[in-house]
């Protein structure tokens, strides 16, 4: 897929808008979530991703236990690449059977959008420690390796997802919030007092095009909830969509914004606080994004066919009934994006 192609909408539900959230979710009941999940978002649930219950769960570690021929461990700095799979390897893959024992009971029957996340190659390379103790990153060889490993693990993942929910059309998230600090050298080596170099863009842009490639024709978004997120670099790789925190948006990436609309992007727009806190009227949280529309001038009827309506990150952070409460707002934000698009 290249920028040339139009990539798959995700947000085409034009009657109703479309919600999902970012994968993590409070406590440590995989079930509780699964049901949270499904049953408060119709048009694109998710697996939850559960990082309470410790090492193995956390999104680096959950990653780390998809990849193929390459495993990992826990040290006291972070997780390490590892010679064979072991113990924290099982705990990993483990929760994330657990995960999807319960995805898969709570959609028998589901037919439609299903959202599943794995970390990007760029984060996963800034976050697994060589065995010397530093970044994956610093090493353009262990990057490779990582990023064809992750492409396997990624196929058997979405392969694995198919197989226990027949009717589910796959999304595949990539959570890159690490993805700024590598194109800019500021991702900080062991010792803390350096940072490793910047990454060429256009090996960033090839890598990522490779995990697009893995998908398979499946949609593929990257998210990151950190500032200055590279829209034009993510087009260039072929993603169908873009997800960020709406809050950190800058007047220097408006352009690039419309663009990406333009050129058949979906935006997913984080609106609705991550943590427990109060909220406004649904109207009031999608009141930014109906503003930018207008700044830019673009169709308003446009909205919801390009807009999908997300938290601003996960949801780990917040009470189990804040995150229910926070996917239901969501889901009333974008019914009102799509009612009200003026």
Excluded at 99 to 120: C, I, M, N, P, R
């Amino acid at each position: 897929m290249t920028e040339n192609n139009t990539p798959a909408r995700l947000a085409g539900n034009a009657g109703t808008g479309t919600a999902t959230g970012i994968g993590s979710m409070p406590g440590g009941d995989a079930r509780e979530a699964a049901r949270t999940v499904t049953g408060s978002l119709e048009t694109l649930p998710y697996l939850p991703e559960l990082p309470a219950r410790g090492p193995g769960a956390d999104m680096i570690g959950r990653t780390a236990g998809l990849l193929v021929e390459v495993y990992a461990h826990v040290e006291p700095s972070g997780w390490r690449i590892s010679d064979r799979p072991g113990r924290d390897t099982r705990r990993a893959r483990s929760w994330m059977g657990e995960d999807l024992d319960a995805l898969e009971e709570f959609t028998q029957g589901y037919e439609g959008d299903l959202k599943v996340s794995v970390v990007g190659p760029w984060t996963l390379a800034a976050a697994l420690e060589l065995r010397n103790g530093e970044a994956a990153l610093g090493d353009p060889g262990a990057c490779r390796d990582l990023t064809a490993s992750l492409a396997e693990g990624v196929r058997a993942h979405l392969a694995d997802l198919r197989r226990r929910v027949p009717g589910a059309r796959p999304v595949l998230q990539l959570d890159e919030p690490s993805l700024t600090a590598v194109l800019r050298g500021g991702v900080k080596t062991a010792s803390g007092y350096r940072t490793h170099r910047a990454v060429d863009r256009a090996v960033v842009e090839g890598a990522l095009r490779d995990l697009v490639t893995a998908a398979g024709g499946v949609p593929v978004i990257v998210h990151s909830c950190a500032p200055d997120v590279p829209f034009a670099l993510l087009r260039r790789a072929g993603v169908s969509g873009i997800s960020f925190d709406f809050g950190l948006l800058t007047e220097r990436e408006e352009e690039a914004i419309g663009e990406a609309v333009e050129g058949g992007t979906t935006l997913l727009a984080g609106v609705v606080p991550g943590v427990d806190g109060p909220l406004s009227d649904p109207a009031g949280s999608v009141m930014g994004v109906r503003t930018l529309w207008r700044r830019l001038g673009l169709s308003p009827g446009t909205l919801a066919e390009s807009v999908v309506v997300t938290p601003s990150c996960g949801l780990a952070g917040a009470s189990p009934a804040y995150a229910r409460t926070a996917l239901a707002h969501c889901v009333r934000a974008a019914r009102s994006l799509a009612d009200n698009p003026e």
